[in-house]
């Protein structure tokens, strides 16, 4: 079997990554800069602090995924870097590194849709551990991080149909805002699951927006629901229960993610089913779709559901075995849908 070692580099947030993948599967080296601290002052990403520390990052990163992997970037047989979406300052630093590495080495350069590349991180496994079992298609994909919240069906390898997606916050945005209104840290999906555990989640009605006759998502009339509860609360020199508003947030959230993913396996017969992205991370997430999926359910490792570059390489594997590769004028696409790369 012809062995496929691709370098990834991943700059779409604040997440500094770059990793070397082989064949798609195996992760051989990943580095990741994390620029939490530097955020959490805000509590979110301030976007200009996250391009300019990308730039401190990259090639220490990029050399740290090389030197890890103990392979040199001769060794390595092509270069894949996060075009978009994401933010335009910090995609820029990696796709302009990924030029310069491609333009002197001779390498060819892949261009990778950053929600693919959470769909690709369900096919990796460290190096020496055994591999998880192949996705099977049709696959239906539920991504889902702070700033998306999207229904996917894969019917193939780089064919992606976008069946829904939310109308306003991703859910992972509204965790984060959730969070600041109960005073918890950032970011606020961790804090919410902390929170949550000595939480009742049936304390508090809190909305569910199902949007019938549609595959989309609407996460911004719940946050507006526990604004008013905590307002109501505060006006009335009540004392928060933040750990059952916490719960009962986390389970509203939970409860629509997982009923509209059965429901959208079952309209369009996939035969397995996969969760991605950074709120896939959660506990009670994870245990409501293994619970209750009558389909398999392939959930990448907690490491992998936050950004990182060893998805983004992941895909570059299996888009270098296809045949495809980009030129060096490609530009940044902070605004990329997954269903053009059909």
């Not at 549609?214 to 946050?223: C, E, H, M, N, Q």
Request: with cysteine; net charge negative.
């Amino acid at each position: 079997m012809e062995i496929i070692r691709i370098l990834g580099i991943e700059t779409s947030c604040d997440e500094t990554a770059a990793a070397v993948v082989e064949n798609g599967r195996v992760i051989l080296s990943s580095a990741v800069a994390s620029q939490i601290d530097l955020h959490a002052q805000y509590g979110g990403v301030f976007p200009e602090v996250a391009s300019r520390q990308h730039i401190r990052s990259i090639y220490p990163i990029i050399n740290a995924a090389l030197r890890d992997a103990h392979i040199s970037l001769q060794e390595v047989d092509g270069i894949a870097v996060t075009r978009g979406p994401g933010l335009p300052g910090s995609l820029v630093v990696g796709i302009n590194a990924a030029k310069g590495l491609s333009l002197g080495s001779g390498l060819p350069l892949l261009g990778i849709n950053h929600l693919e590349g959470h769909l690709y991180s369900a096919w990796l496994q460290n190096l020496g551990a055994d591999l998880p079992p192949e996705p099977q298609f049709p696959l239906l994909a539920l991504i889902v991080s702070g700033g998306h919240t999207e229904l996917v069906l894969m019917g193939a390898h780089h064919s992606y149909q976008r069946l829904g997606a939310t109308l306003d916050d991703a859910a992972g945005e509204a965790f984060d805002k959730v969070a600041r209104l109960l005073g918890l840290a950032y970011p606020g999906g961790p804090a919410i699951q902390r929170a949550a555990v000595d939480g009742d989640p049936q304390a508090q009605k809190l909305p569910r927006a199902w949007l019938p006759g549609t595959w989309d998502f609407s996460f911004s009339g719940l946050k507006t629901a526990v604004l008013r509860l905590v307002r109501e609360l505060e006006a009335n020199g009540e004392e928060l229960p933040v750990a059952d508003i916490a719960a009962s947030f986390q389970e509203a959230v939970v409860d629509v993610l997982a009923q509209k993913m059965f429901a959208a396996a079952e309209e369009f017969g996939a035969k397995e089913l996969l969760i991605a992205g950074g709120v896939s991370a959660n506990q009670a997430l994870r245990e409501r779709i293994l619970a209750e999926a009558k389909l398999a359910v392939h959930i990448p490792h907690i490491s992998l559901c936050t950004d990182n570059a060893a998805m983004i390489a992941a895909a570059g594997c299996f888009r270098f075995s296809a045949g495809l590769r980009d030129g060096l004028d490609i530009d940044a696409m902070p605004n990329w849908p997954l269903s053009e790369l059909e």
